[in-house]
């Protein structure tokens, strides 16, 4: 079994020719053709989150309150 991976170019009619050499010996085979357009990739727009952004006030110690929490599982 081979597996291959082509880029080819479909004609203007709709056609799509395929000239592939192997290695295999001369006898009936199984092809198995999977076709996936390639389009260009376009820049998809990212929310913004900067709206939500803000400042968080914490009163107490950080490492302790962390410790805190992890015992209280």
Known sequence: ???LTLTGTIDSVGH??????TYLPAAKVEIVLVINAIFPE????????SSLTGKLSLQGEPVAIAKEMRNAW
């Open 1 to 3: 079994m081979q597996v």
């Open 16 to 21: 799509l020719q395929l000239d592939i050499p």
């Open 42 to 49: 376009k820049h998809k727009r990212r929310y913004d989150f």
